[in-house]
């Protein structure tokens, strides 16, 4: 695995991982998410398979003999400097752009590509978000899928695109390419760190459904949409018992009568023993708490 990383002007290939980090393989189970880096970079993580981070997001993109695949542009400045990195690896044009779900920090700025002839995939369901509430820096996808798998050929490559049903949305996929055995999952196990605050858009007993299922599948690391370049399937897992720790000690306090208030803190208390260095617990388990009485009180 290659990684080059970019910071300003400055630009630094280390042979394996970044300079002075530790390799991937040996993030450990229980360490913190590091802090958004500014710039950006590209690691290799196989032949023809890159992925891409812009400050705190991150995507996936593959070359082949007859062309390049890419997924979420993120905005339109990370998609121009996308553009700049591909070509200093090859002169061919971008085929095809595939969208992870529907939510605007992942799918942004596709308009470069789509000036130079692209198609913009997505599942099917994320039309109707796109059309309820349109985004002028969002292209519309020009073919969708239907079902729970597809498969884009291109030259001599194939990715498959694999929809888990409801979790974040109801239009999100994982990829995963036929020679790499690295899928892109986003936004279900972002290593090392806690949920959004309110959980925005997850339906939680899907989304402890949907990790479970990635659990089963046969990888060993995988590129989330944010953070490290490569995660163990080990944070998939952390990060499902920390929501069934979460629904499980909030669902207790209610059944026992807890005045709501006090549940916030009450089950904070219970998840800092085992999840306390997940970056960002402090300051977010309440509102995770807040959302999930939520959850157990109108049923999502």
Request: hydrophobic fraction near 40%; charged fraction near 20%; include cysteine.
């Amino acid at each position: 695995m290659r990684t080059f990383v970019v910071l300003g002007t400055l630009a630094i290939l280390c042979g394996s991982t970044l300079c002075g980090a530790a390799p991937a393989g040996a993030e450990t189970p229980r360490s913190a998410l590091p802090a958004p880096a500014e710039g950006h970079e590209v690691t290799q993580i196989g032949p023809g398979y890159y992925t891409f981070r812009y400050t705190g997001a991150r995507n996936v993109f593959l070359i082949t003999c007859d062309g390049v695949i890419v997924t979420d542009p993120i905005e339109p400045e990370a998609a121009a400097v996308l553009r700049e990195e591909i070509r200093k690896l090859t002169p061919l044009p971008v085929k095809y752009v595939i969208y992870s779900h529907q939510h605007w920090d992942h799918v942004r700025g596709g308009q470069i590509f789509a000036e130079e002839g692209a198609t913009f995939i997505s599942h099917r369901n994320c039309m109707a978000h796109f059309k309820d509430l349109p985004e002028p820096e969002i292209v519309m996808p020009t073919r969708t899928f239907s079902g729970d798998r597809y498969v884009l050929k291109l030259g001599e490559r194939k990715l498959e695109l694999r929809w888990l049903g409801v979790n974040h949305g109801d239009c999100l996929i994982v990829m995963a390419p036929d020679h790499v055995n690295v899928p892109f999952i986003v936004d279900l196990g972002t290593a090392g760190g806690m949920p959004l605050p309110f959980i925005a858009d997850y339906s939680l007993h899907n989304w402890v459904r949907s990790l479970r299922e990635l659990e089963g599948w046969s990888f060993e690391q995988y590129v989330g949409g944010h953070g490290i370049a490569l995660a163990p399937k080990s944070r998939l897992t952390e990060r499902r018992e920390y929501l069934e720790a979460l629904m499980t000690e909030t669902r207790r306090e209610l059944d026992a009568g807890t005045p709501l208030d006090q549940i916030p803190e009450v089950v904070a208390g219970r998840l800092r023993e085992r999840f306390a260095h997940l970056r960002g617990f402090n300051g977010i388990v309440r509102d995770n708490v807040r959302r999930t009485i939520t959850y157990y009180g109108m049923g999502w």
